[in-house]
T-cell receptor, first 117, second 113 residues
Framework: GAVVSQHPSRVICKSGTSVKIECRSL??????MFWYRQFPKKSLMLMATSNEGSKATYEQGVEKDKFLINHASLTLSTLTVTSAHPEDSSFYICSANRPGQGIYEQYFGPGTRLTVT | AQSVTQLGSHVSVSEGALVLLRCNYSSSVPPYLFWYVQYPNQGLQLLLKYTTGATLVKGINGFEAEFKKSETSFHLTKPSAHMSDAAEYFC???????????FGQGTELSVKP
């Protein structure tokens, strides 16, 4: 089956620093990737849709200057949390659309646990 | 606005008992429907999906779901719960190919020995 990886799986950073999270589709090319944020005991909140070669589309209320998304290739999208603060601590999950399967099915990464101290 | 509602944020069953997790969506146009399972500190794993055709869909781990258009529902069932089924379950809908998944609030399933 299709595999999506995320790196790192867990990161701790100091307040005010930036941290980059990578999302890779390992065995297929993904023209579209999605970034979600999940709070404890909560559902997934879509942050943005990342399209290869173009600017990401952010959901309402998500600060695009704080959560920088780059989709530089068909297999890699990155999320950079800039000037992180403790309230940015969360579980971040990416997913990738796999085309050519009759329906564009999303494959999810294992998630990245971000803790800002 | 399109939405997905999962009735019950927490469901507890005994091992061997029937599992029923409810999901309703709001739309006049039948969407694509999904159930995902999430174990602690992990991503989402697809249990099953409905796109077209047979309305009773079988998935992994003995789960199945039935699409009922008249009830705008896609409830998830398993005849006999196992301890390993304890996890968070999410219902999701997709209204157009390549579009955004809309998730329900999630239901935490606990299985008692």
């Amino acid at each position: 089956g299709a595999v999506v990886s995320q790196h790192p799986s867990r990161v701790i950073c100091k307040s005010g620093t930036s941290v980059k999270i990578e999302c890779r589709s390992l065995d297929f090319q993904a023209t579209t990737m999605f970034w979600y944020r999940q709070f404890p005991k909560k559902s997934l909140m879509l942050m943005a849709t990342s399209n290869e070669g173009s600017k990401a589309t952010y959901e309402q209320g998500v600060e695009k200057d704080k959560f920088l998304i780059n989709h530089a290739s068909l297999t890699l999208s990155t999320l950079t949390v800039t000037s992180a603060h403790p309230e940015d601590s969360s579980f971040y999950i990416c997913s990738a659309n796999r085309p050519g399967q009759g329906i564009y099915e999303q494959y999810f990464g294992p998630g990245t646990r971000l803790t800002v101290t | 606005a399109q939405s997905v509602t999962q009735l019950g944020s927490h469901v507890s069953v005994s091992e061997g008992a029937l599992v029923l997790l409810r999901c309703n969506y709001s739309s006049s146009v039948p969407p694509y429907l999904f159930w995902y399972v999430q174990y602690p500190n992990q991503g989402l794993q697809l249990l099953l999906k409905y796109t077209t055709g047979a309305t009773l869909v079988k998935g992994i781990n003995g789960f199945e779901a039935e699409f009922k258009k008249s009830e705008t529902s896609f409830h998830l069932t398993k005849p006999s719960a196992h301890m390993s089924d304890a996890a968070e379950y999410f219902c999701a809908v997709l209204y157009n190919q390549g579009g955004k998944l809309i998730f329900g609030q999630g239901t935490e399933l606990s299985v008692k020995p």
